[in-house]
Structure formats: C-alpha cells, structure tokens
C-alpha cells in the first residue's frame, strides 16, 4: 500500500488550500482513511477521517467547521478541505490509513497501519 500526500504550500491566514492523497496498492473497500497533521516540537495530531465504503466522516470538533475530508473511491483519491487557515494550522500534514483489521480509536496515529510521507502546509499571519 502506498499513500502519497500532495497540495501544501504557504498561504495567507484566512486562505484555503486543498490536500490530496493518492491511495495505490489495495482496493481499500475496508479501509478507514486519515488525516494527521504533525507541527514543529508538538506529536501528531488527528484532523480527520473517513470511512472508504460508505463515506462516514470524523472530525474533532476544533476543526470540523473549518476542514473537509472526502474521498473519490473510482479514482482512489482523498481530499482535505482546509478554509479559513490560521497560523496554527502551520504542519506536515499526513495521510493515513487502516485496512479494517486494527482495534482501538481512529483519533491515535498507532492506529493506523500506512502513511505517506506528508505535506508541509504553512500559513502567514
């Protein structure tokens, strides 16, 4: 399985910016599919998730007003849909993902078996 984040860059506080995460490897049919983000001296922190079949999303509640994880399941695509960015949201920003066979909480990184190798989103103040 391969995961590979894409879309970060630097933008202003108030923009917005798209992430995407291209899945390779598997049919993902079982897979519950993750966004963490990880800034300079502070642990990876969850964002988002979705389930791939069915499309159920989770969010913390920080963020569920200002972010949008999707998913396009024919072409094996995860998006992130971050607004009205801050300073704050300043990170390398991960996909992550489960295939279905793990237990414990979405919301810890130890959760999930894959991840791509992230994508550095910084905002200006």
């Known amino acids: 399985v391969q995961l590979q984040a894409s879309g970060g860059g630097l933008v202003q506080a108030g923009g917005s910016l798209r992430l995407s995460c291209a899945l390779s490897g598997d049919t993902f049919k079982r897979y519950l599919m993750a966004w963490f983000r990880q800034a300079p001296g502070k642990e990876r922190e969850f964002v988002a998730a979705?389930?791939?079949?069915?499309?159920?999303?989770f969010y913390t509640d920080s963020k569920k007003d200002r972010f949008n994880i999707s998913r396009d399941t024919a072409e094996n695509m995860m998006y992130l849909q971050m607004n009205n960015l801050k300073p704050e949201d300043t990170a390398v920003y991960y996909c992550a993902g489960e295939p279905g066979r793990n237990s414990g909480s979405y919301y810890y990184a130890m959760f999930y078996d894959y991840w791509g190798k992230g994508t550095l989103v910084t905002v200006s103040s």
């Open positions: 979705i389930a791939w079949a069915g499309g159920r999303t």
